[in-house]
């Protein structure tokens, strides 16, 4: 069974905090990786792709990926109020499917 | 383009009763793909398609049919409702794989009730 583990939160940091989120995964030949954001009552919207060890950085957003721990992650610099939702950590396995973690809540206050 | 468009938004259906769930994609998408997701859950694969006229299971199939007989279609059938479809239902759509980078495009949701 492939698995993508996250810790469900809620994480709650201040406003112009650095938010980090994490997701490991069990499947040793992944080779795609990707975060979604989710509003409540919203459909999932990719904000990072990362395929390659090492960090990319998209603005505000920054992923990190290590293959040899199997393990994912997605920063957010100067967290706003609107970045308040859940991100799902999705691996691509094989094919073209992708596995879904549970997701984390994130809670930005001002 | 309208994207990936899913009807109905909402529907209460009673135990027993059937209901077909409506997907479209305006985006020539080769691969799509339908999933529930319950409270607190992340998503979870019913089943998908890689092209007109071929489908496959995902993780949770039971329960549920598809077709896709054109390329922008993707019907999702419940038979003999139960309360354990209560969920949100999503579509969403890709095009074909030449890579690791292929963005998969939701649709805005189906939140099915069964009493």
């Known amino acids: 069974q492939k698995e993508v583990e996250q810790n469900s939160g809620p994480l709650s940091v201040p406003e112009g905090a650095i938010a980090s989120l994490n997701c490991t995964y069990s499947d040793r030949v992944s080779q795609s990786f990707f975060w979604y954001r989710q509003y409540s009552g919203k459909s999932p919207e990719l904000i990072m792709s990362?395929?390659?060890?090492g960090d990319k950085e998209d603005g505000r957003f920054t992923a990190q990926l290590n293959k040899a721990s199997q393990y994912v992650s997605l920063l957010i610099r100067d967290s706003q109020p609107s970045d308040s939702a859940t991100y799902l950590c999705a691996v691509n396995a094989y094919g073209n499917k992708l596995v879904f973690g549970a997701g984390t809540i994130l809670r930005v206050k001002s | 383009n309208a994207g990936v468009t899913q009807t109905p938004k909402f529907r209460i259906l009673k135990i027993g009763q059937s209901m077909t769930l409506q997907c479209a994609q305006d985006?020539?998408?080769?691969?799509m793909y339908w999933y529930r997701q319950d409270p607190g859950m992340g998503l979870k694969l019913i089943y998908y398609s890689v092209g007109a006229g071929i489908t496959d299971k995902g993780e949770v199939p039971n329960g549920y049919n598809v077709s896709r007989s054109t390329t922008e279609d993707f019907p999702l059938r419940l038979e003999l409702a139960a309360p354990s479809q209560t969920s949100v239902y999503f579509c969403?759509?890709?095009?074909?794989?030449?890579?690791?980078?292929?963005?998969?495009?939701f649709g805005p949701g189906t939140r099915l009730t069964v009493l």
């Open positions: 985006m020539n998408h080769n691969y």
């Open positions: 969403a759509s890709s095009s074909l794989s030449q890579g690791a980078n292929n963005e998969q495009f």
């Open positions: 990362i395929y390659s060890n």
